[in-house]
């Protein structure tokens, strides 16, 4: 059972109430149509709607792939609006891009972010979208001021950029939300323009009206900032971080994301057993349980730690995806990345990490960078570099379409499996083998690429040195002889100098 909130951590909810009043409400028509066409009105007016009545309904996906409608109030929607008036100052000055398809609440966000606050929306073409060029020839000839974004679509504007953009572009504010945004990659946009527009981190989620909570960047935090930084709820809504039972974690403890306030929605249309398990009621009033790992700093700040249902299993290890992101985005001359599991071989599955950057450093680089960084379980087995990761139509990164590595045959596995340098190699395998747990690997895979840690060179060193061949190598050696082929013939050149 989730423990009812504490005050402390983040803002208590603000509970707005709206008067009832002609055009407050996202309405539809007063009236509605005979769908025969004969021009009969069906029941005369429509009841005027409530704060409380569905606004739309829209779907979700998920991890599992099966559509959820998640139903939204008037309320819903005018509370988050109106939360974010201070923070903002839109007014009829300026021009908002609808720049995502209206299946994605992003979309939401844009159409009446411009339409409420008495602004210009300008609506981008599907192919101008997909174009960065002619997406940042829009902005310039629209003189667009609000500036919404994924983060990925932003990455691809970001490679656009010209050093006179900072006279051209209008832009005052860019807004980010439906994925998690790494700060690094944003330092392409200061170097271009300086801090003549604010860039804001809204994390947000469908369930409880697009966005939840409020983060203006820094430009320090893009030189430094490694985490996902995704601040402060919005004044109607209150965020906590639980743990398995339920229970609020400390600060520095992660936990599960949980949302209650005025933008929690009414839950999933024809889903009742689902809505129950998803929107918890503690103290009578509704939450929403997220499914997004974060943590909260001691100075209340929330950071996003990626999505619980994109933490991989690997060889015993619990992995997070978002973690090694963002480990290959702090190297200098990586712009984007996406790690994904490589799970299309079921015995030897694999991280592979997609990179984008005009100035991505070397292969063996990036690996020396990424073991910096984590633990040697976490860094991906392959690296593929990419002129740009694909998107799906809502602007976020389209996994099936990602240019993955050709899978490597059973037959070729098996073949580099085999021992090809006489009986040292042999050994050196049969003593992987075990500690490992694994014969997968040819003579040339990296030992720390396959799964191998710290401990495990311990385990292997003591194996290795009960063979009189090996028996004056050196522990320290291992951590610089990381294939088969070449620690067996580091051992060979051992026994052959000792033997001298």
């Known amino acids: ?32 149509e005979d769908p025969t066409g004969t021009g009969a009105r069906v029941g005369g007016p429509a009841p005027a709607p409530s704060a409380d009545d569905t606004a739309y309904v829209i779907f979700t996906s998920g991890s599992t792939g099966k559509p959820k409608g998640v139903q939204v109030t008037h309320r819903n929607v005018m509370t988050l609006m109106r939360a974010c008036e201070g923070r903002f100052g839109f007014g009829p000055e300026d021009t908002w891009s609808l720049f995502h398809s209206y299946a994605f609440d992003f979309s939401v966000w844009e159409v009446f972010g411009a339409l409420l606050y008495g602004g210009r929306l300008a609506i981008v073409p599907e192919t101008v979208a997909k174009s960065p060029e002619d ?18 679509a932003f990455g691809q504007l970001l490679k656009v950029l010209r050093p006179g953009d900072g006279d051209e572009l209008a832009v005052r504010y860019v807004v980010f939300g439906g994925e998690a945004l790494r700060y690094a990659s944003l330092r392409p946009w200061y170097d271009v323009m300086g801090d003549r527009a604010v860039l804001v981190n809204m994390y947000g989620i469908t369930e ?18 490694t985490a996902s930084l995704i601040g402060r709820p919005l004044p109607h809504l209150t965020v906590r971080v639980v743990d398995e039972d339920g229970h609020v974690c400390p600060p520095g403890v992660p936990g599960e994301i949980v949302v209650g306030g005025a933008g929690v929605t009414l839950g999933y249309l024809g889903r009742p057993e689902l809505t129950a ?36 299993q690997l060889r015993g290890f619990r992995i997070e995806l978002g973690e090694v992101e963002s480990a290959f985005l702090a190297v200098t001359g990586v712009q984007e990345c996406a790690v994904r599991l490589d799970e299309r071989d079921a015995e030897h599955p694999a991280l592979v990490a997609f990179v984008t950057g005009a100035e991505v ?9 990424a073991r910096l960084r984590l633990p040697s379980y976490m860094v991906p087995s392959r690296i593929v570099r990419t002129d740009a990761l694909p998107l799906t139509i809502n602007g976020k990164v389209d996994t099936a379409a990602l240019p993955w590595p ?15 340098g006489g009986d040292t190699e042999a050994a050196v395998r049969a003593v992987w083998t075990e500690v490992l747990g694994t014969d997968g690997f040819g003579a040339d895979d990296n030992f720390f690429d396959i799964g191998g840690t710290s401990m495990h060179v311990v385990q292997v060193h003591q194996l290795l040195v ?17 294939t088969v082929r070449r620690l067996a013939a580091h051992i060979e050149s051992i026994r052959g100098t000792t033997h001298e």
């Open 1 to 32: 059972m989730l423990d009812a909130f504490p005050e402390g951590l983040t803002v208590v909810e603000d509970e707005h109430r709206w008067p009832e009043a002609p055009g407050q409400w996202l309405d539809a028509a007063a009236t509605l």
């Open 135 to 152: 997406f940042r020839a829009f902005l310039v000839r629209e003189r667009v001021t609000v500036l919404n974004q994924t983060p990925s």
């Open 208 to 225: 409880t009206t697009v966005h939840v909570t409020f983060h203006a960047v820094t430009q320090e935090e893009a030189a430094t900032e």
């Open 277 to 312: 398990e998803r929107f918890p009621v503690v103290d009578g009033r509704p939450l929403y349980r997220s499914g997004d790992l974060g943590v909260v700093r001691a100075d209340g700040t929330l950071v996003h730690l990626g999505r619980i249902d994109q933490q991989v």
């Open 361 to 369: 450093p070397a292969e063996e680089k990036l690996r020396h960078e």
């Open 406 to 420: 050709q899978a490597r045959s059973a037959a070729a596995r098996s073949a580099g499996a085999q021992p090809s």
């Open 466 to 482: 009960q063979e009189p061949a090996a028996e004056d190598l050196q522990m320290i050696e291992l951590f610089t002889h990381t």
